[in-house]
């Protein structure tokens, strides 16, 4: 994983530095601890598994406890919940936040500089990349939980009841969605998610689109590219021919597709495999993991999501704080109660914990199969180039309302291509508006 990793670094640093040296007098330090001793910290996140691995830190800590609230997930309100609480001076001490949104909560002033309590024996222990995914400006603003490469899940039975092959590339995959409606016409091997644009920009990613970057004191966004115009063209087509489903990411009417059978694959992540397995316990056996699959048969992937626990601005407890998520992060015992919760399949960003994690995945739901050696292939062929712009938040609600058109489940119409060119230019005029520069604009 390191080599593909490490090139990405230099722009994760230069995206990274850019956006924090902007905003950071505006966003102030806030590195003082407060009172420590004896405390109780609140925490909210939505990560599988999380109650279980605070349970465990409450059950072996006594001077610091931890209670622990489930929101929704980012992109479902959990963020709009997190940065209402913050304004109202009401937030907990810890929140969840996924790499991508994390310079947004900087920018807001939103979160604490915990630099002084991330030791240098802490980043050891972490997968150098992710602590430089929450470094900015040179300051650390979170400490990384997890990485999540690109995973393809599949209706094994189905797959091999219809004799379909599982795809290695794109095209196969549309060949396979064509087989699997003429073999059951509910049936659909995929799902495009109007209300989650991560999953699309994971799939830009892996393509091998870069959509923002640095020049000197400038941002350039290029939504335009050929890898983005390809996945963007191709999906379109998908929906076109009615080739995949349209639910709404981990509603309802999604999860009842899969129990019914009519959506019999999944493109996911990492963690998805825990998300199938706690959400359909009854089609044990029934469910295997593949490669996402690729535009040339190579191995590639993106990253869809990964987490971090950060700190927010209003805690007076930030270094009690972090020793509880550096403690969720690299702690044997936190990834194993995590885990070993039947819903998680964490895949964490403390390398030495991955053995651990494999360890305590129940794999009989996949039938055996080590899943995690799959997470380590597909980590190793995380596309190298991408790198995360400081408005995220704008891009991705545009993108949202404009996809819910284009899938027609949001009214009115429109096009993928449409929806990506809106994204782009409200995330433009969102940058100008905080002052910021965009080449070519």
Not at 74 to 101: C, F, M, Q, W
Not at 309 to 323: L, N, Q, Y
Not at 344 to 362: E, K, N
Not at 407 to 423: E, F, I, K, P, Q
Request: charged share 20%; proline share 5%; with cysteine.
């Amino acid at each position: 994983m390191s080599t593909s990793w490490s090139r990405r670094r230099t722009t994760y640093a230069l995206a990274g530095g850019l956006t924090a040296l902007t905003l950071l007098t505006a966003c102030g330090g806030g590195g003082a601890a407060g009172s420590e001793g004896p405390v109780t910290l609140t925490y909210w996140g939505w990560t599988k598994g999380t109650k279980q691995a605070v349970d465990a830190f409450n059950a072996a800590h006594r001077d610091t406890k931890v209670r622990f609230e489930e929101i929704p997930s980012g992109t479902a309100g959990g963020y709009a919940k997190i940065s209402n609480a913050v304004r109202a001076g009401n937030a907990p001490d810890l929140v969840s936040i996924e790499y991508p949104t994390l310079p947004e909560f900087v920018s807001q002033g939103a979160v604490k500089d915990i630099t002084p309590y991330v030791t240098p024996e802490l980043k050891k222990k972490l997968l150098p990349q992710a602590v430089q995914l929450t470094t900015l400006g040179g300051r650390n603003w979170a400490v990384p939980f997890d990485a999540a490469p690109q995973v393809y899940y599949y209706r094994k039975d189905f797959f091999t009841r219809h004799k379909i092959e599982v795809p290695r590339t794109w095209d196969d995959f549309r060949t396979a969605a064509a087989a699997a409606r003429k073999a059951d016409p509910k049936a659909r091997i995929g799902t495009f998610f109007p209300d989650d644009p991560t999953t699309f920009e994971a799939m830009a990613w892996q393509a091998g689109a870069r959509w923002f970057a640095t020049q000197g004191d400038s941002w350039k966004l290029d939504t335009t590219d050929p890898a983005t115009r390809k996945v963007t063209a191709y999906w379109q087509g998908l929906l076109k021919d009615g080739l995949v489903h349209t639910h709404v990411s981990f509603s309802p009417a999604w999860t009842n597709s899969l129990r019914s059978g009519g959506t019999v694959g999944y493109l996911g992540a990492s963690w998805g495999a825990g998300v199938l397995k706690g959400t359909l316990p009854d089609q044990s056996g029934a469910w295997a993991a593949a490669p996402v699959p690729t535009w040339n048969g190579r191995p590639a992937s993106g990253m869809l999501g990964g987490s971090t626990t950060a700190v927010t601005k209003g805690s007076r407890h930030a270094g009690a704080a972090v020793r509880f998520a550096a403690w969720m992060s690299t702690a044997p015992e936190a990834v194993r109660a995590r885990v070993a919760s039947g819903e998680s399949s964490a895949y964490p960003a403390a390398t030495a914990l991955r053995p651990v994690a494999r360890q305590a995945f129940d794999t009989r739901y996949y039938g055996g199969q080590d899943v995690y050696a799959l997470f380590d292939a597909a980590a190793a062929s995380v596309n190298g180039d991408w790198g995360w712009g400081p408005a995220t938040s704008t891009t991705n609600t545009t993108l949202k309302d404009e996809f819910g058109k284009a899938a027609g489940t949001g009214g009115g119409a429109g096009s993928l291509a449409d929806a990506v060119r809106a994204g782009s230019d409200a995330t433009v005029r969102e940058l100008r508006r905080r002052g910021l520069k965009v080449m070519g604009r």
